[in-house]
Nanobody
């Protein structure tokens, strides 16, 4: 399984970006797809996650600004980011967390989002 993230870049505060993660290979049908981020000097944190059943959850600071979506047919998970703030600057990683008898995590390579104030 490989995850390929794209869509990062430099944007002014208040702007928007959409991150996409293309998944190749076979993944277990019960899973979470999500986006994490890691800012310089900080730990990686979960930004948004969507279950295979369609339930979504968000980190408090991005609620109302970010939207996660998944397309099971295309095996893709996107993160629409609006009203970006300087504190959103980080490397963003997509993740697939497989559920089942043995859980397993897959990670994308990371894509840098820089928000200038």
């Amino acid at each position: 399984v490989q995850l390929q993230a794209s869509g990062g870049g430099l944007v002014q505060a208040g702007g928007s970006l959409t991150l996409s993660c293309a998944i190749s290979g076979s993944i277990f049908s019960l899973n979470f797809m999500g986006w994490y981020r890691q800012a310089p000097g900080k730990q990686r944190e979960l930004v948004a996650r969507v279950t295979s059943g369609g339930s979504v959850s968000y980190e408090d600071s991005v609620k109302g600004r970010f939207t996660i979506s998944r397309d099971n047919a295309k095996k893709q998970v996107d993160l629409q980011m609006n009203s970006l703030k300087a504190e959103d600057t980080a490397v963003y990683y997509c993740n697939v967390h497989e559920l089942g008898l043995r859980t397993k995590d897959y990670w994308g390579q990371g894509t840098l989002v820089t928000v200038s104030s």
